[in-house]
Nanobody
Framework: QVQLVESGGGLVSPGGSLRLSCAAS???????AAWYRQAPGKQREKVAH???????YYEDSVKGRFTISRDNAENTVYLQMNSLKPEDTAVYYC??????WGQGTQVTVSS
């Protein structure tokens, strides 16, 4: 059974950091992995992705603050989020090749 399970979300103060993890079973992140987010009342947007060539993409608002990485041996992808802002508050989803989505993890940035 194909499954992605995110973890690491939570409540953090502005300026703080969180690291999201996404563990895959029945599939792999070797070809492609991405993180999306959806804030209340807004459309889902891509935050970052990493291709099989290790080329990365970041949405403009997170450049320099977020870093996507993966561990192929552990079949896990990460999103390190630093200097968090209230506007980063959203449900974050990981995605694998073939359109496989996780269930999401809530990130709330608030004082």
């Amino acid at each position: 059974q194909v499954q992605l399970v995110e973890s690491g979300g939570g409540l953090v103060s502005p300026g703080g950091s969180l690291r999201l993890s996404c563990a895959a079973s029945g599939t792999s992140f070797r070809q492609y992995a991405a993180w999306y987010r959806q804030a209340p009342g807004k459309q889902r947007e891509k935050v970052a992705h990493i291709a099989d060539t290790n080329i990365t993409y970041y949405e403009d608002s997170v450049k320099g603050r977020f870093t996507i990485s993966r561990d192929n041996a552990e079949n896990t992808v990460y999103l390190q989020m630093n200097s968090l802002k209230p506007e980063d508050t959203a449900v974050y989803y990981c995605v694998a090749a073939g359109g496989v989505w996780g269930q999401g993890t809530q990130v709330t940035v608030s004082s």
